[in-house]
């Protein structure tokens, strides 16, 4: 697992440098295993999830609980990342899913009027 801010840049926001730089290593050190593993002809796949805000604590207190209220209805559940975890491993193994990047989608014009 890592998070949507590894293919980001850093956000102008107080503190979110060293959170997206483990991101980034994060990423690079995965790169890497993979590469290490196919050099030795290992048959391992190894995949990374990078989503967005998914509706835990942590998005509660990364983005505050007046714009957690706002943005709740857009937010992925951690259901959703489950999935995409499924669909990994569901792919026949000749397939190397390298990255899933999961964005969240706005309301829709419905749920935003509520």
Known sequence: MNSFMAQRDVPPV?????????????????QGFRNE?????????VSQISPQLVNTPL??????EANY?????????PSDI????MYILSTPA????????LNNMPPSKKEAQK
């Open 14 to 30: 107080k503190s979110m440098h060293f959170y997206v730089a483990s991101k980034h290593a994060l990423n690079a050190i995965t």
């Open 37 to 45: 593993l196919k050099e030795l002809g290992s048959r391992i796949r």
């Open 59 to 64: 998005a509660i207190q990364t983005v505050g």
């Open 69 to 77: 209220e706002r943005m709740v209805s857009s937010l992925m559940e």
């Open 82 to 85: 489950a999935d995409a975890v």
């Open 94 to 101: 000749n397939v190397q899913v390298n990255d899933i990047m």
